[in-house]
Nanobody, 124 residues
């Protein structure tokens, strides 16, 4: 089993910054991709940013130039530095990871895991 635990959400004023963290733990063989999604009230969950094990990054157009995703592979941790926050960034932010895990006698197999979510509120 693979678990993801997020931290770092909160209330911030427009123009402010927050840094989200997500640590993966469990029977991990390898993590190929880690990313952040968000879901605002009444809207679908959307990709914010993701990073591969090789360090390739993808960003939603709405956050390019403001958010930066990074990864500490040795700690199985992904970060999202969010600057110049605007009210439209208000949402629950979810961490996601994909890779391979140990499944006991079954050996190694694919996994996909989600964190529990952390609330980010941008308001004055």
């Amino acid at each position: 089993q693979v678990q993801l635990v997020e931290s770092g959400g909160g209330l911030v004023q427009p123009g402010g910054s927050l840094r989200l963290s997500c640590e993966a733990s469990g029977s991990i063989f390898a993590i190929y991709m880690m990313g952040w999604y968000r879901q605002a009230p009444g809207k679908q969950r959307e990709l914010v940013a993701e990073i591969t094990s090789e360090g390739r990054t993808t960003y939603a157009d709405s956050v390019k130039g403001r958010f930066t995703i990074s990864r500490d592979s040795s700690e199985n941790t992904v970060y999202l530095q969010m600057n110049s926050l605007i009210p439209e960034d208000t949402a629950v932010y979810y961490c996601e990871a994909e890779g391979r895990a140990y499944y006991g006698d079954s050996g190694v197999g694919d996994f996909g895991a989600w964190g529990q979510g952390t609330q980010v509120t941008v308001s004055s």
